[in-house]
């Protein structure tokens, strides 16, 4: 299997790299869009801040590869983000894969960045197959997509966000799944399988 992670310069790229190495997985760093359009699948990390990343993916014309792409494709943490319609980060217009809009947690009594394990609920994605409902996974994240139609997989953090969403072959997930132990290495499997 040819796995891609697409490169711009904000991703989580060496944990996600090692756990799909214990996965039996060797995955391909890159921003070529040929590799990106002949990979198998494609994984679109994110650590960082929106705006800065999506100059870096318009710069490299990845903005157009990556919203064309019609294989299995995952978003993980500000790649779910930037997979968006727009992010109340420094109001950010973002890729338009999924007609949402990000929104910034409020600190009303709670700590901003969410950071830390919470328990998923109301899972429906192939993605979590042999996930138990109410399992732990790690966030860390300042901005939240609200649960919408194509939420997969609840969290509350104040308010309920969408913790994986689905669109087509656009699967994404706000947690960090090579950060979350055995739930995480599930949704991982589970997307090599698809």
């Not at 490169?7 to 869009?33: E, H, W």
């Not at 990106?36 to 990390?45: E, G, H, M, N, Q």
């Not at 997979?83 to 999924?98: P, S, V």
């Not at 929104?103 to 830390?116: A, E, L, Q, S, T």
Request: hydrophobic share 40%.
């Amino acid at each position: 299997m040819k796995l891609a992670i697409v490169k711009y310069n904000a991703g989580n790229v060496q944990s996600l790299t090692f756990a799909l190495n214990r996965l039996g997985v060797d995955p391909i760093l890159t921003d070529d869009p040929d590799e990106l359009f002949s990979a198998d699948k494609v994984i679109f990390p994110g650590q960082g801040e929106a705006s800065s990343a999506m100059r870096s993916l318009k710069r490299n014309g990845l903005d157009h590869v990556l919203t064309g792409l019609k294989q299995p494709f995952l978003g993980v943490c500000l790649g779910m983000q930037l997979m968006c319609e727009r992010t109340e980060e420094n109001h950010t217009e973002c890729l338009g894969i999924i007609p949402i809009q990000v929104k910034r947690f409020i600190p009303n009594g709670i700590k901003v960045p969410h950071m830390g394990w919470n328990d998923i609920t109301k899972l429906n994605s192939p993605l979590l197959k042999g996930v138990q409902e109410g399992s732990y996974i790690y966030f860390v994240h300042s901005y939240y997509l609200p649960v919408c139609e194509y939420t997969t997989a609840e969290c509350t953090y104040d308010v309920p966000f969408t913790a994986l969403l689905q669109k087509d072959n656009f699967y994404a997930i706000q947690a960090h799944p090579e950060k979350s132990a055995e739930p995480g290495m599930a949704i991982l499997e589970n997307f090599l399988k698809l």
